[in-house]
């Protein structure tokens, strides 16, 4: 009698934990999207982004931020912040 009642208690709980999967990837394409468009929307408003980045060794790495029209290149591990002459970034048209 037991053995069944643990059995039924496995399958119950294996329904319940797909049950759960299945609502979350439901939710997931239902709202989903939209929560990615508005979060795309707010990083189009902000003025730093860092362009690029290099992995110069495991401490090390160089940084390429622009803010506004201006790019920066940081070198990051060492607290440094590289002389680069300024100049004004490339328009992407």
């Known amino acids: 009698m037991s053995f069944l009642a643990d059995i ?18 439901v939710a997931l394409r239902r709202f989903g999207p939209e ?3 508005r979060l795309q929307r707010s990083r ?3 003025r730093l982004a860092i362009v690029e ?3 110069l060794d ?3 790495r160089l940084v ?5 029209a201006t790019e920066r290149l940081i ?3 060492e607290g440094r912040l ?6 004004p970034a490339e328009s992407a048209s």
């Not at 590289?82 to 100049?87: A, Q, Y």
């Open 53 to 55: 980045t290099l992995v």
């Open 58 to 60: 495991p401490s090390r």
């Open 64 to 68: 390429l931020v622009r803010c506004d």
């Open 75 to 77: 070198l990051l591990g």
């Open 8 to 25: 039924v208690r496995m399958v119950a709980g294996l329904a319940v934990t797909l049950g759960l999967i299945g609502v979350g990837v």
């Open 44 to 46: 189009a408003d902000r």
């Open 35 to 37: 929560t990615l468009r």
């Open 82 to 87: 590289l002389p680069v002459p300024e100049k």
